[in-house]
T-cell receptor, first 110, second 115 residues
Framework: DAKTTQPPSMDCAEGRAANLPCNHSTISGNEYVYWYRQIHSQGPQYIIH???NNETNEMASLIITEDRKSSTLILPHATLRDTAVYYCIRGGTSYGKLTFGQGTILTVHP | NAGVTQTPKFQVLKTGQSMTLQCAQD?????MSWYRQDPGMGLRLIHY???????DQGEVPNGYNVSRSTTEDFPLRLLSAAPSQTSVYFC??????????????FGEGSWLTVV
């Protein structure tokens, strides 16, 4: 099964860090972990991806466990505009083939 | 979602009608793909292409045809629309090269209703 497991929903207070977990216990050695988000049924927006090491960019941080069976996306200072569905996806490096699960609905409240 | 353009944005079809969803990208990406998204669900891969003249099936290909005559364009054709094809359709592209993982860019979506 190429899908991942995420909680269906999470809440976060504005200004606080949002930590979104993802389980991918059957991930293979050459599969990356990608995070995308989708706001109001717009096209999915790329956030971050990683293979083994923790990654950080201007949007978020990605923490991958040493055994690569799970990861956590961290939005360091969540804003109301971060309310969206967040997808954790595992995929190879070619063909643009991603397998989406149902994602986590993150609601950021004032 | 710079660079991936989908048309039309909204379309209503009658059962049995045919139509083509257009997708174009200006990033010179080799890899393009089509996804559909049903209410409350994640995206599912319909067809994908690894370059001009090369296409392959994804998870849910039945009822859809694709072709890739140029690098820029990847149209999705519904030959005989069915109500089960009512969905939001997303086109995506990626450079698909390199060992660092590839960002995939998505279009804004095409809302299709089949009545």
């Amino acid at each position: 099964d190429a899908k991942t497991t995420q909680p269906p929903s999470m809440d976060c207070a504005e200004g606080r860090a949002a930590n979104l977990p993802c389980n991918h216990s059957t991930i293979s050695g050459n599969e990356y972990v990608y995070w995308y988000r989708q706001i109001h049924s717009q096209g999915p927006q790329y956030i971050i991806h990683g293979l083994k090491n923790n990654e950080t960019n201007e949007m978020a941080s990605l923490i991958i466990t040493e055994d690569r069976k799970s990861s956590t996306l961290i939005l360091p200072h969540a804003t109301l505009r971060d309310t969206a569905v967040y997808y954790c996806i595992r995929g190879g490096t070619s063909y643009g083939k991603l397998t989406f699960g149902q994602g986590t609905i993150l609601t950021v409240h004032p | 979602n710079a660079g991936v353009t989908q048309t039309p944005k909204f379309q209503v079809l009658k059962t049995g009608q045919s139509m083509t969803l257009q997708c174009a990208q200006d990033m010179n990406h080799e890899y393009m793909s089509w996804y559909r998204q049903d209410p409350g669900m994640g995206l599912r891969l319909i067809h994908y292409s690894v370059g001009a003249g090369i296409t392959d099936q994804g998870e849910v290909p039945n009822g859809y045809n694709v072709s890739r005559s140029t690098t820029e364009d990847f149209p999705l054709r519904l030959l005989s629309a069915a109500p089960s094809q009512t969905s939001v359709y997303f086109c995506a592209s990626t450079s698909g090269v390199g060992a660092s993982g590839n960002t995939i860019y998505f279009g804004e979506g095409s809302w299709l209703t089949v009545v």
